[in-house]
Antibody, heavy 121, light 106 residues
Framework: EVQLVESGGGLVKPGGSLRLSCAASGFTFNSYTINWFRQAPGKGLEWVSSISSGSTFIYYADSVKGRFTISRDNAKNSLYLQMDSLRAEDTAVYYC??????????????WGQGTLVTVSS | DIQMTQSPSSLSASVEDRVTITCRASQSISRYLNWYQQKPGEAPKVLIYAAYSLQSGVPSRFSGSGSGTEFTLTISSLQPEDFATYYCQQSHSTPYTFGQGTKLEI
């Protein structure tokens, strides 16, 4: 069974840092691109970042570029999101999701349960 | 960035109703369009990918159509478990953008 489990969320002050983790199991982790998404309270979904299977291709949303760093450790089947210079508007539930390539484009077929990040003084 | 616009933002319906949600892209995205369902406190779940392909395990009452800039998600006969928020998402190019969501209420 494919599973993605996020951890590392919590309360942090503006300007602070936090590192999220996503532990994967049930599939060949080093064969898949994995993404981070977020959802602010009561709001819609926002794509945050993507990292390819071998970490060759990395992309960020403009809203987090220069502040967030995505990485992965294929030996540990784990994905990370280092979040620095956090702002109130980064408050959200953060999800990791597996990217699957399909006939037209890609789809995010498995998601974790999410971890809540709250940025507040 | 490609902007995705869903309509309506909310919809009231009854069990066994047929409902349709529309999603429009700000530029042509061919069939690079996915639909997700999200229930409160849960992660999104993919229903339809590549505009009209049904994800494995998803009931056949869900269907998708469209290409280019206009797409629809149809639920042929609403069931109690279908009351949720639905999002379209384009996978044509990064950033992968979502519609604002359609909340389907009883």
């Amino acid at each position: 069974e494919v599973q993605l489990v996020e951890s590392g969320g919590g309360l942090v002050k503006p300007g602070g840092s936090l590192r999220l983790s996503c532990a994967a199991s049930g599939f060949t982790f080093n064969s898949y691109t994995i993404n981070w998404f977020r959802q602010a309270p009561g709001k819609g979904l926002e794509w945050v970042s993507s990292i390819s299977s071998g970490s060759t291709f990395i992309y960020y949303a403009d809203s987090v570029k220069g502040r967030f760093t995505i990485s992965r450790d294929n030996a540990k089947n784990s994905l990370y999101l280092q979040m620095d210079s956090l702002r109130a508007e980064d408050t959200a539930v953060y999800y990791c999701a597996r990217l699957e390539t399909v006939t037209h484009g890609v789809v995010f077929d498995y998601w974790g349960q999410g971890t809540l990040v709250t940025v507040s003084s | 960035d490609i902007q995705m616009t869903q309509s309506p933002s909310s919809l009231s319906a009854s069990v066994e109703d047929r409902v349709t949600i529309t999603c429009r892209a700000s530029q042509s995205i061919s069939r690079y369009l996915n639909w997700y369902q999200q229930k409160p406190g849960e992660a999104p779940k993919v229903l339809i990918y590549a505009a009209y392909s049904l994800q494995s395990g998803v009931p056949s009452r869900f269907s998708g159509s469209g290409s280019g800039t206009e797409f629809t998600l149809t639920i042929s006969s609403l069931q109690p478990e279908d009351f949720a928020t639905y999002y379209c998402q384009q996978s044509h190019s990064t950033p992968y953008t979502f519609g604002q969501g359609t909340k389907l209420e009883i």
